[in-house]
T-cell receptor
């Protein structure tokens, strides 16, 4: 149980384009989803927290107009990297949890490796 | 949330128990200890969590000291596939589920 699917797993695109990443919880209702970014040889850094039906809460230093997050249903959240540039190249990972139950762990997707040329 | 301290790396022989320590001396009463691991180029995988009692599941055991200032994750029979970065994270009710990842422990299981 507790499967989180992330798509695509790998994307390469030209500078200036926008890229959408999907995160789905397959067997539970994800009231809260989180988006992380991981650069090579570094740990995961939380970018934003999204609750179903609400606006996302972004961590300090993360541009909300550049990283658009939508969490319109209990099973799907999307991250759109707008006007991507080479410095946005990274490993993006989502996680999800059922916040209605106490002390439930987050479950992670397998990540999306984004390369901007 | 309380800060955690883990050794940067550890080695373990295949088939032996891997014991990964974590210090969390500033943990407060309502904070849980969570363990995740990340195998190269994958998303983190949840392993186990606990409050004050020892916990065991199909993957591992978690031993929390009586004063809760430290804990040990035990992989009873390590395999090569257990080679990963292991993260110990303390999280409480006021953090709204946000996980703060440190540098973790790189566990290398060798034949």
């Amino acid at each position: 149980g507790a499967v989180v699917s992330q798509h695509p797993s790998w994307v390469i695109c030209k500078s200036g384009t926008s890229v959408k990443i999907e995160c789905r919880s397959l067997d539970f209702q994800a009231t809260t989803m989180f988006w992380y970014r991981q650069f090579p040889k570094q740990s995961l850094m939380l970018m934003a927290t999204s609750n179903e039906g609400s606006k996302a809460t972004y961590e300090q230093g993360v541009e909300k107009d550049k990283f658009l997050i939508n969490h319109a249903s209990l099973t799907l959240s999307t991250l759109t990297v707008t006007s991507a540039h080479p410095e946005d190249s990274s490993f993006y990972i989502c996680s999800a949890r059922d916040g209605r139950k106490s002390n439930q762990p987050q479950h992670f997707g397998d990540g999306t490796r984004l390369s901007i040329l | 949330d309380a800060k955690t301290t883990q050794p940067p790396s550890m080695d373990c022989a295949e088939g032996r128990a891997a014991n990964l320590p974590c210090n969390h001396s500033t943990i407060s009463g309502n904070e849980y200890v969570y363990w995740y691991r990340q195998i190269h180029s994958q998303g983190p995988q949840y392993i186990i969590h606990g409050l004050k009692n020892n916990e065991t599941n199909e993957m591992a055991s978690l031993i929390i000291t009586e004063d809760r200032k430290s804990s040990t994750l035990i992989l009873p029979h390590a395999t090569l596939r257990d080679t990963a970065v292991y993260y110990c994270i303390v999280i409480g009710g006021t953090s709204y589920g946000k996980l703060t990842f440190g540098q973790g422990t790189i566990l290398t299981v060798h034949p």
